[in-house]
Nanobody, 117 residues
Framework: QVQLVESGGGLVQPGGSLRLSCEAS????????LGWFRQAPGKEREMVAQ???????SYADSVKGRFTISRDNAKNTVSLQMNSLKADDTAVYYC???????????WGQGTQVTVSS
């Protein structure tokens, strides 16, 4: 089992920045992907950004150039720096750990990000 605890959500004005963090604990596989997903009201959950244990990253087209995912392997944390935020970024953001060995997904409890003036 892997436990994920997120922090850093909140209310921000359009054009502003927020940083989300997630700490993973438990049985963390040597081969895994950490990521951030989001779900807006009435919409399906979508991938925002992912980073492998080797450091390779991928981003949704809608956030490229504005969001940056990073990780600290020593602390088992993953962060999402979000700049130039737009109203369309408003959603509940979920930290995700995908275990490539067991093919299991683990999710955090979610943190609300609201972009509004």
């Amino acid at each position: 089992q892997v436990q994920l605890v997120e922090s850093g959500g909140g209310l921000v004005q359009p054009g502003g920045s927020l940083r989300l963090s997630c700490e993973a604990s438990g049985s963390i596989s040597s081969f895994h992907v950490l990521g951030w997903f989001r779900q807006a009201p009435g919409k399906e959950r979508e991938m925002v950004a992912q980073i492998t244990n080797g450091g390779a990253t991928s981003y949704a087209d809608s956030v490229k150039g504005r969001f940056t995912i990073s990780r600290d392997n020593a602390k088992n944390t993953v962060s999402l720096q979000m700049n130039s935020l737009k109203a369309d970024d408003t959603a509940v953001y979920y930290c995700n750990h995908y275990d490539a060995v067991t093919n299991k997904n683990y999710w955090g409890q979610g943190t609300q990000v609201t972009v509004s003036s």
